[in-house]
């Protein structure tokens, strides 16, 4: 700490490394969900040993949503802002950019401008002309954001019932029980469905008029029971 100290330098890394003896020294980048420090860090779930082996599902939405100043912080304090891609899971670089698009044009947004000067519709317009960017330069992207969000409950007389909803305006979900691959001329999901009680897949896909948005995806009965959430809890997921 000495050196540091006459050569008048300033410590910045994980607040893991906060102590009382380098707090003085130490810019903090929050990691922890803790209130430590008196501010409540950012929501991220950490394994208690050492790192978080899984990340809870964040949408493009609540990306886009992120606010790098917490609340009661002068924002005068905060110098800026980070997005990790941590890559043990990642064995290639089309798997890379998968990852990286266009989550990163909405951490970028959330961090140069001000939540009131954000527009959610505006921005998905200009992320799809990214897109299209994309296509032509044979780049890969997720296009997680057209895909609905999926809640599984049980209803008061026990039957299993998924609530699909999307997170961009402009999308119609259709689905099917029968293995077959639905369509834009398939049941549209209004509100809660109930699963038949003999069904053991759910397809469903997203669309915007007659065009298919959203890549169709196979949710097998099994799997909707396993993560069902406790009572008085929500449970959201995307694939």
């Known amino acids: 700490?000495?050196?540091?100290?006459?050569?008048?330098?300033?410590?910045?890394?994980?607040?893991?490394?906060?102590?009382?003896?380098?707090?003085?020294?130490?810019?903090?980048?929050?990691?922890?969900?803790?209130?430590?420090?008196?501010?409540?860090?950012?929501?991220?779930?950490?394994?208690?040993?050492?790192?978080?082996?899984?990340?809870?599902?964040?949408?493009?939405r609540d990306s886009y949503a992120f606010n790098p100043v917490p609340a009661g912080v002068d924002?005068?304090?905060?110098?800026?802002?980070?997005?990790?891609?941590?890559?043990?899971?990642?064995?290639?670089?089309?798997?890379?950019q998968y990852m990286t698009y266009p989550r990163s044009f909405a951490v970028a947004e959330a961090l140069w401008s001000e939540p009131a000067n954000r527009n959610w519709d505006n921005f998905v317009g200009r992320v799809e002309a990214h897109m299209a960017r994309f296509d032509v330069a044979q780049k890969k992207y997720a296009p997680s954001m057209y895909e609905p969000i999926i809640d599984v409950k049980r209803n008061a007389n026990g039957e299993l019932t998924v609530l699909l909803s999307t997170e961009i305006s402009g999308l119609t979900i259709h689905y099917s029980f029968d293995h077959s691959f639905p369509d834009q001329f398939y049941p549209e999901a209004k509100g809660s469905v109930v699963v038949p009680k003999d069904a053991t897949v759910m397809k469903i896909v997203t669309y915007r008029g007659n065009k298919a948005m959203g890549r169709t995806i196979d949710l097998t009965i099994a799997d909707m029971i396993k993560i069902i959430p406790p009572k008085n809890h929500q449970n959201f997921f995307v694939f």
């Open 75 to 96: 924002a005068k304090l905060v110098k800026g802002g980070q997005a990790n891609l941590w890559s043990e899971q990642l064995f290639n670089y089309r798997h890379l």
């Open 1 to 60: 700490m000495a050196f540091f100290r006459a050569k008048n330098l300033v410590l910045r890394a994980a607040d893991k490394l906060f102590s009382s003896t380098i707090g003085q020294l130490l810019r903090s980048m929050l990691w922890l969900d803790s209130s430590e420090f008196g501010v409540e860090r950012y929501p991220i779930r950490p394994d208690k040993a050492i790192e978080p082996p899984v990340y809870k599902t964040v949408r493009l």
